[in-house]
């Protein structure tokens, strides 16, 4: 089975700390990408990833940033976290076919104070 | 710009009865894909179903059903013989063949009564 691990099922972090959440897969995933989920907006685009070191943005990426040094991690990191950035934030990769289907995280419940 | 609309926030229904969850979509790519994900209580994503642009058949799995009308640009999920555990979020979702992103819709909680 494919597995997609997040570092931390819950996180609280101080406003102007630097955040990094960590996403892990084992399966050889060409695509991966993060996104925040808020009631009533349904999950967000952060960023995405189509291979090592390549990235692009997804519909919200203000404050954050991402790395993907090994194709099997990509991480997300919050330069300087703010109260609008507490949030679930999943994560999730796939083969590189449009038709495949994404393999989520259990995703991190973020909290900044 | 792409685009994943799901205009009903909740929906009750009874036990055993069929359920229809709309969505809609907005692309200009000729290719694309059309899923559609559960989430229960516990928070975890569960794949359902998928759509292609290009497939004839509406997809079926199950007691899953996705009514495709391209032309319509709509995707609706149905839901036949409800059950208990039917009861959770509901998202829509597409990828499409201009980017090797991901998008998804607003979702639906979806609440079944006994």
């Known amino acids: 089975d494919v597995k997609v691990t997040q570092s931390s099922r819950y996180l609280v972090k101080r406003t102007g700390e630097k955040v990094f959440l960590e996403c892990v897969q084992d399966?050889?995933?060409?695509?991966m990408f993060w996104y925040r989920q808020d009631p009533g907006l349904g999950l967000r685009l952060i960023y995405f990833s189509y291979d090592v070191k390549m990235k692009e943005k997804g519909d919200i990426p203000e404050g954050y940033s991402v790395s993907r040094e090994k194709k099997e991690r990509f991480s997300l990191i919050l330069e300087s976290a703010s109260t609008n950035q507490t949030s679930m934030y999943l994560c999730?990769?796939?083969?590189?076919?449009?038709?495949?289907?994404?393999?989520f995280g259990s995703g991190t419940q973020l909290s900044v104070l | 710009a792409q685009k994943i609309t799901q205009t009903q926030p909740g929906m009750f229904v009874q036990e055993k009865e069929a359920v229809t969850l709309d969505c809609t979509y907005d692309?200009?790519?000729?290719?694309?894909?059309l899923f559609w994900y559960k989430q229960p209580s516990s928070g975890e994503m569960i794949f359902l179903i998928y759509q292609g642009s290009y497939d004839e058949q509406n997809a079926t799995e199950g007691r899953y059903s996705l009514n495709f009308q391209k032309a319509r640009k709509s995707a609706n999920l149905v839901i036949s013989a409800s059950q208990l555990g039917d009861s959770a979020m509901y998202f829509c979702a597409m990828s499409y063949s201009s980017a090797s992103k991901i998008i998804f819709g607003s979702g639906t909680r979806l609440s079944i009564r006994p």
């Open positions: 999730a990769s796939r083969e590189g076919s449009l038709h495949e289907k994404l393999f």
């Open positions: 399966m050889d995933h060409e695509n």
């Open positions: 692309t200009s790519d000729q290719s694309y894909g």
